[in-house]
Every structure is written in C-alpha cells, then in structure tokens.
C-alpha cells in the first residue's frame, strides 16, 4: 500500500513538474507584472497624497502672502506654485487669489498674467470661466472692449452664464449700444437665482435703462 502511494506520489510530481516546465515562466512574469502594479499603485497614492500636502503648504503661503499684499513674496509663492503643482487645482486658486490681490494693489499687468495662466493651464471649467470674466472685467477697465467680448464668447457653466451676460451688458453700455446692453441685462435678470443679491445689481442697471423688471418674465435659475 505504502508503495502504490509512493508511485501516486511521483506521479503527482511530476505532473506538477511538468506543468510547471510549461507554464512556470509565464506564471511567474504574470505575479511580477500583478506585484509590480500593485506597488506601482501604491507609490502613485503615496506621491499623490505628498503632492498634495506640499501644494496645500504652498497655497497657505500664497493666501498669506496675499493678506499682508506683499508682493514679491505673492509672485515667489505664485511662481513656486506653478513650476511645482501646475496641475493641481491649488494652481488655480492660487492664481485667482494673486490675481485679485495684484488687481487690488494696482498691478494690472501682474492680474492678467495670472489669469491668462489659468486659460492657458487649466482645466476647471469653474476656475476658466471666473478667470474670463476677471479678463473681461480688466479689458472693459481698460478700454478694450472687443478683447473683453471676447473673453465673454467662450461656453461656461451654466452658474456663470448670468454672470457673463451682465458683463457682456457692460461692455456693450461702455459702447453706448443700450439696446444690446438691455437685451444681456435682461438674460442676466431672468436667469439669476431670485435669491441671489447680484440680481438686484442687474435690476438698478435696467432701471437706468428704463426697463421695468416688474414686466420681465419670472426668473428661473440656479445661479448664486
């Protein structure tokens, strides 16, 4: 009995042999090729999760710098920021944040290129469309209202469609064409949130037009 289980033994064994003669090699790439991808997935999460953390850092520095309206320090951060963590969404907001506090300090020219930075670089649809009207905003500033119209012709969110319409309507009274600045009054009004406060801002511009909006069509919207 004890040998007729040896032989079943070797049997066994060299079946196993075999097989692994046949198929041992490719077994043992797939389990290199599975290992390696799970530790290629991890090193991903963990450089994922530090670029995080170091472009969170670097953002507070970017807010902090802009709080105390240092400049050089702001366009340090802004720098840094950018050449690190481009493609992180802390980018854009960086440069929204910069572009505000150089706007507010005087430093046009600093605004632009930090919002062109975010039309050239990113990828938010959000963050695009606040940076086109912030464009917008400086060019009609500036005098230069086809630019501004046309930071204003691009596709956005419906959240910010009202806000593009109201400033297509300042562009369009800086021109002195009141009817056409009416008319995109008129979709911003109808369109804004009827809770939203920059729709009683929309009501004082036609007012000054002479439209009243107790005649307009209800407004329907989700824009805040």
Known sequence: MAKHLDLEEQEQLDQIKHFW????????????V????????????????????QAAALFDEVQGAAQAAD????????????????KTTFAAQSSL????????????????????????????????AVARLRLAALDL?????????????TSMPAAYEPLAADRRGDVFLAQGKTAEAST?????????S???????????????LGVDVAALAPGQGAAQ
């Open 141 to 153: 500033a500036a005098g230069e209202h086809e630019k501004a119209l046309g930071w204003l012709s």
């Open 71 to 86: 400049a050089e320090r702001l366009k340090r951060a802004l720098t840094d920021m950018k050449a690190g963590f481009a």
């Open 21 to 32: 003669a046949q198929y041992g090699n490719a077994i043992t790439w797939l389990l290199i």
């Open 97 to 128: 944040l910069a572009a505000r506090a150089f706007q507010e300090s005087g430093d046009a020219a600093g605004a632009r290129e930090a919002l062109q930075w975010i039309v050239d670089n990113g990828n938010e649809p959000a963050y695009l």
């Open 194 to 208: 009827e809770q939203a406060e920059y729709r009683r801002l929309v009501e004082v511009k036609l007012a000054s």
């Open 34 to 53: 599975v290992l390696g991808g799970f530790a290629a997935w991890n090193g991903w999460n963990y450089w994922q999760n530090r670029q995080a953390i």
């Open 184 to 192: 995109q009054y008129q979709n911003a009004w109808r369109t804004l």
